[in-house]
């Protein structure tokens, strides 16, 4: 069974870069076929699409956080990376890691990433 875990900073100042490490285990990033995706979810609003990286390491990003966001990966640490520049306060979320790209097939537990001075 495929487990996602993410790990980041809590609290992050506004203008700051945020980075968000998902540890999968259970199965190789670089399965074919399989995508990972970063997915965030604001205090009171719903979930957003923030982009993935497939098992070619072919990047997909949601256009309207592309300038800002990019995914990588270590195939050899089987983790994949969030890097996300020029943070606002709403920014602030429930950040997770997810299994799938255009059908979600597993989520890790989320990480709070506050934004605020």
């Known amino acids: 069974q495929v487990q996602l875990q993410e790990s980041g900073p809590g609290l992050v100042k506004p203008s700051q870069m945020l980075s968000l490490t998902c540890t999968v285990s259970g199965g190789s990033i670089t399965t074919s076929y399989y995508a990972w995706s970063w997915i965030r979810q604001p205090p009171g609003k719903g979930l957003e699409w923030m982009g993935a990286?497939?098992?070619?390491?072919?990047?997909y990003y949601n256009p309207s956080l592309k300038s800002r966001t990019s995914i990588s990966r270590d195939n050899a640490k089987n983790t994949v990376y969030l890097q996300m520049n020029s943070l606002k306060p709403e920014d602030t979320a429930l950040y997770y890691c997810?299994?799938?790209?255009?059908?979600?097939?597993?989520w890790g537990q989320g990480t709070q990433v506050t934004v605020s001075s």
């Open positions: 990286i497939a098992y070619d390491g072919s990047t």
């Open positions: 997810v299994r799938g790209r255009l059908t979600i097939m597993g």
